[in-house]
């Protein structure tokens, strides 16, 4: 049976496995200088919206700026308890600082731009222009 190909699918499936080549550094100490939050992104007829996965984030150090078409979202996952770092047997989660940036189409209209954070989600609402969004069109049926 013949599968359909999906470029974007594909594409994605190989920066997966290209961020956990890089991921998976032999370097490691047990503590990152750095990581990347999960983001998914998904649109709608207001708008496109970014979730991103910021457990142990506190919103307040959560940096988001919009510059020249870009989204520029910085922060930083601190390490509790620093002072006890002989204690821990193991550490997994990622901390220290993140940048990520994403190049926004122009249809969003920069001025109604907002941010809620629950439960160690972070969504940025990117709401469109009213020109850019869909409107339905009534079809008159002639007499």
């Known amino acids: 049976m013949p599968t359909r190909w999906e470029p974007f699918r594909d594409l994605a499936r190989f920066q997966d496995e290209m961020n956990r080549l890089f991921d998976d550094r032999g370097y490691r100490?047990?503590?990152?200088?750095g990581w990347t939050p999960p983001c998914d992104i998904f649109e709608?007829?207001?708008g496109l919206a970014l979730r991103f996965d910021l457990a142990g984030v506190d919103?307040?150090?959560v940096d988001i700026r919009f510059e020249n078409g870009v989204l520029t979202l910085r922060g930083e996952r601190k390490l509790e308890h620093?002072?006890?770092r002989d204690n821990y047997h193991r550490i997994e989660l990622a901390y220290g600082t993140f940048t990520r940036s994403f190049s926004l189409p122009g249809t969003?209209?920069?001025e109604k731009i907002r941010a809620d954070a629950k439960n160690?989600?972070?969504t940025v609402h990117?709401?469109?222009r009213a020109e850019a969004r869909p409107r339905a069109?009534?079809?008159?049926?002639?007499a």
Not at 29 to 33: A, M, R, W
């Open 29 to 33: 100490t047990g503590e990152s200088v």
């Open 126 to 128: 990117l709401p469109k």
């Open 108 to 110: 969003v209209d920069a």
């Open 44 to 46: 709608d007829e207001e």
């Open 59 to 61: 919103p307040k150090d």
């Open 82 to 84: 620093e002072d006890k």
């Open 120 to 122: 160690g989600l972070l």
């Open 137 to 142: 069109i009534q079809v008159k049926v002639g």
